[in-house]
């Protein structure tokens, strides 16, 4: 009879562990499972992790620490061990947003469902600067652009070569990939420059008549040139007539260029004499290549130049950053004369 109910008690306390257990694995369960799909960062606004080509594990756990206010890491790792994302990283740009679930993150991860980024670059005068803003925001970085803009067969595969390859790009706002291979991101941008030479842009370039590239390479001399917009078209036709009557172009900015210093305030006689076939005063016609990424409102302002009969052009003496335009030598000449005697007043040098 004492066996009998030991054996009962015994049959009990077995039961009760077993129960206790499954409560247990349930707890357990339960709390993974709300892991799962309740929200799992500390973020008030979307931020993003990168995955680059190297593929460290460790550095993403440092970014979903530091940027995203992962709420539990080290249950991460176990998740993502368990679907075995350690060993399939993929590279890429990827959201995390204030709602999202663990769940979530990781089967983008793994996927690879990366956010594309939106792309933006204006006011860029070299290839440097283009190099350093735009393979900044990707994963391909600024460097492996750099070797593509002055690799001249990389160039001449677009028609264009190192002196040109800026022609190839239109300031604007693009919608990529971050881990897109530069040579995928050339490809993008000149399918974006043949949209924008639409066939109404080309029949006005050959109605002055220049190439697209002449026209982006005087609309980087008019965009050096002014600051005021609304002068593009005025300043873009004075040096359209200074072509068409064969008299060197003279722009200030294309010596500022040669000298390698756009700081420059002042242009004097010893720049000038600067060797170099950029500089116009020297030089007849369009320097070899643009001094600036032209913009579109740079572009479209020398597509849609006023005709008028101005040859001459000189800063204001207000400073005000608009310019007297003259059809004479003469009238030039005292208007010169006007901003030199402003810029002395000033002890500009």
Known sequence: MMVKKKKNKTKKVGIGICIAIVILLLGVGGFIVRQLYTPFFGVKETVYVYVDD?????????????????????????????????????????????????????????NGNQAPAKITFNNIRVKEDLAERVGGQFMFGPQALLEKLNDPQTCASYSLDTSTILCLFIPNTYEMYWNMPVDRFLQRMKKEYDRFWSEERLAKARAIP????????????????????????????????????????????TVKFAVGDFALKRVLFVHLETESPYNTYKYEGLPPGPIRVASIGGIDGVLNYTHHHYLYMCAKEDFSGRHNFATTLMEHTRNAKRYQEALNRNNIR
Not at 83 to 92: C, W
Not at 227 to 248: D, F, T, W
């Open 210 to 253: 220049l190439t697209p590239v002449q026209v982006s390479t005087l609309a980087s001399i008019v965009e050096e040139e002014t600051a005021v917009k609304e002068e593009y078209p005025v300043v873009a036709g004075l040096y359209i007539n200074r072509l068409k009557q064969g008299m060197l172009l003279q722009a200030d900015p």
């Open 54 to 110: 190297k593929k460290n594990y460790n550095d993403l756990l440092l970014q979903l620490q530091s940027a995203a206010q992962i709420k539990d890491v080290g249950l991460f790792k176990k998740l993502a061990s368990a679907v075995k994302y350690p060993e399939k990283m993929r590279t890429g740009r990827y959201e995390i947003r204030p709602d999202m679930t663990c769940k979530e993150l990781l089967q983008n991860l793994r």
